[in-house]
């Protein structure tokens, strides 16, 4: 009886713990594809100021 709520005791702290990773690994994952979104738009902002119109996709790849 006590070998069964120990492994029910774990399974569910397993589960809690899991869904918390999971939890955080999203929010990190949110905060690092904000941060390229506004590298993007800094990076777009800057050529656009430059006067280069087609961005540095368009520029010659020697």
Same mark, same amino acid.
């Given at each position: 009886?006590? *070998?069964?709520?120990? *492994?029910?005791?774990?399974?569910?702290?397993?589960? @809690? @713990?899991?869904?918390?990773?999971?939890?955080?690994?999203?929010?990190?994952? *949110? $905060?690092?594809? $904000? !941060?390229?979104? %506004? !590298? $993007?738009?800094?990076?777009?902002? @800057?050529?656009?100021?430059?006067?280069?119109? $087609?961005?540095? %996709?368009?520029?010659?790849?020697?």
């Amino acid at each position: 009886m006590v *070998r069964l709520k120990l *492994r029910i005791a774990l399974l569910a702290l397993g589960t @809690v @713990v899991g869904y918390g990773s999971a939890a955080f690994h999203c929010a990190h994952a *949110r $905060h690092a594809r $904000h !941060q390229a979104f %506004e !590298q $993007h738009v800094a990076r777009v902002c @800057v050529d656009a100021a430059r006067g280069n119109t $087609h961005g540095p %996709e368009s520029a010659p790849r020697w």
